[in-house]
């Protein structure tokens, strides 16, 4: 494990132990800040201080574009710098052009970068409230359908897995596990390819779990060495697909898309853009949920119509409809 964390880049240092000792009890303020791509929250990164030039900014987005592979363009700035600034500070560099004078004479640098960019984090059941009502609304779309109509949920942004297996739980739940198997199909995709890994490989902490109701865990997870295996059931369900969301999907192919913590990130035209695209994807009243700090009400209020604005579930509408001042 410590020589998959120093090779991924995500590593403050690799020292002898008298040399890491030193490091340790060295100043505070010299010390990184970065403890990896997918653990600080965005509210717990330290402030950013002052603006990025704006060449050499342009001149980051194109190595990390053409050496890593990954287009930020539509992404929002503010958020990606801050990501940016922790990275300075690891590196104790002064400044953005010091950084990319640095990246060119260490290449893999770029990759780092991109793993701090593509934050990976969930748990199963992540807001349980919102799952509860969820659950509910699945239910009713399963029921309306024909008795053996397959089922698609799309999971864009998927990270490791989790929430791509909760959507299978609550299935397993409802069909039972051989009709389950007949009839779901959930599609994960995402740009970390790490993290699209464990997600295949359905292995996961103790702390992943903490949302899930024992009978839940004993029912649909196996024990391992302090980690959990998702049963065969489950990964029965589930595809997991290395994929920008903007990528064209087959059209009304879903009956439910879940897109938390993506809107976010975005620069308001290309979150017009995906939500145009999450409603080309979904079929007739398909559902779509979206963080609670997300909302469509602005650019997807003649796309989608709430279900529970509390919870941020949404049902598609057909293209054109005007909604009453009631809705």
Partial sequence: MPGAAVRAGVVDAALPIPALAEALNGPVSARPRDPGPSLWPDDAVPPVVGDPDADDWTQLLDRVRLLAGLDMGGYKPDTLWRRVQRRLQTLHLPHL???LAYGDRHPQEWHVLQHLFLVSYSVFFRDRAVFQVVWAALRERVRALPASAPIRLWVPGCARGEEAYTFAIMLVELLGEA???ARVSIWGTDLNAEALAQARSGRYRRSALREVEAPLVERHFDAFDGEFQVRPALQACCRF????VFDPVEPAAFDMVSCRNVLIYLKPEW???LLLQLHRALRPDGLLLVAPVES??????RL???????HRLYRRRERGHSPTPME
């Fill in 271 to 273: 979150q017009a853009r």
């Fill in 179 to 181: 009709e389950a198997a």
């Fill in 304 to 310: 989608f119509t709430a279900l529970d604005r509390d």
């Fill in 97 to 99: 052009r010091a950084y």
């Fill in 241 to 244: 697909e290395q994929r920008n």
């Fill in 296 to 301: 469509v009400e602005t650019d997807g209020v």
